[in-house]
């Protein structure tokens, strides 16, 4: 896929609490390659004999046989079935570490742990002591001055003295990574990599992540979703062969008793002035006094406007206009996702 064109003029303001980063900044990443200091997310650590088994029990997917190559996107959800928190999981070392929004990062550590009870488990929000950066585009070269070997794969990780870096997926045809580090060594590198990459805001990468088409559970969309309305089991993020954990029967009832009718979708909001938040509420034509959707993550577009991640119920893809915040507010344009939903029956 080429990448778009950039408006020769200066975009115009975001809507409120969304960055928009210059046009040379996407540039960089679909053309060339850069990287970013992620700051939008924490690391929880846990540590002692019982972590594997005691983070299997609680999240969605398989934590006990996460070998140390792999990386694993699962959810915590409450006893409802409701997404808590979003989260990468992998080993680091003797322990186990989970990449989540930094919204919920104190949440997310503070609750697990009142579940610890008798099991040998210690969690821990390390997120001031480790540095956590993303790579985008055609970075190969780069990393490999800091790394012996990168990860073949999506969802591999490789290990060394500077941290773990985790190949994730692909967004609009370019790879991405992310490198989880002690914080000093880290920063110590990044000069160095900043004479072969263009350094970028955090920004970029939010909108990386939904071209890539990966929800993330903030603050502002927490306990709203059962896993299957953000495509978690498109994504690999449920087992639905291991054991309980919160919010288990509800998931596993409605993976099976029926079709799916609410899915995350991908949409551009052509709109530069108008507030767009996640959490806002969605609107179709054919029913303006009920919501038919939720916007779950949105990021400043490349071109202006804004895309997002929205999730919404399927008859109204159908046909007929969906709006944001009002019946009256930005139209959604919707485009197709990266990745294929599972067939229902």
């Known amino acids: ?46 540590t002692g004999d019982d972590a594997a088994s005691f983070l299997h029990g609680q999240l969605t997917n398989d934590v006990q046989h996460l070998d140390a190559a792999s990386a694993r996107l699962a959810g915590y959800c409450s006893p409802k079935g409701r997404l808590i ?46 540095a956590v950066i993303g790579f985008a585009g055609d970075v190969r070269e780069a990393l490999s001055s800091v790394f012996e070997a990168l990860p073949d794969g999506v969802n591999v990780q490789v290990a060394g003295p500077l941290g773990s870096l985790v190949r994730v997926p692909d967004a609009n045809g370019r790879a991405r990574y992310l490198w989880i580090g002690p914080k000093a060594e880290v920063e110590a590198c990044l000069p160095g990599l900043e004479a072969r990459l263009a350094r970028v805001s955090s920004a970029v990468w939010d909108w990386l992540d939904i071209r890539a088409g990966e929800p993330r559970i903030t603050a502002d969309v927490v306990e709203q979703f059962v896993p299957q309305m953000v495509n978690f089991d498109a994504l690999g993020a449920v087992n639905f062969r291991k054991g ?29 002035s108008d507030p767009v938040r996640a959490g806002a509420e969605l609107f179709h034509s054919a029913d303006p006094g009920q919501p038919c959707g939720m916007i779950v993550n949105v990021a400043a577009a490349p071109r202006g406007g804004f895309d997002a991640l929205v999730e919404i119920k399927l008859a109204s893809l159908d046909e007929g206009v969906v709006r944001v915040g009002t019946a009256e507010g930005p139209e959604l344009a919707f485009e197709p996702l990266p990745y294929a939903l599972p067939t229902e029956v």
């Not at 322990?95 to 009142?114: E, G, P, W, Y």
């Not at 799916?260 to 949409?267: F, Q, W």
């Open 244 to 272: 309980c954990y919160p919010g288990q029967e509800v998931v596993a009832r409605s993976q099976y008793r029926g079709t799916i009718k609410r899915r995350v979708a991908l949409a551009h909001i052509a709109t530069d």
């Open 1 to 46: 896929m080429n990448a778009p064109h950039a408006p020769d003029l200066p975009p115009a303001s975001p809507a409120p609490g969304l960055s928009r980063p210059p046009a040379g900044e996407f540039d960089a990443v679909l053309a060339r390659g850069a990287f970013m200091a992620l700051d939008q997310f924490g690391v929880i650590e846990a």
């Open 85 to 130: 928190a979003s989260m990468l999981t992998w080993r680091a070392g003797q322990s186990i570490r989970l990449l989540v929004a930094r919204t919920v990062c104190a949440n997310v550590q503070k609750r697990l742990s009142m579940f610890v009870l008798r099991a040998k488990a210690k969690l821990v929000d390390i997120t001031d002591a480790v």
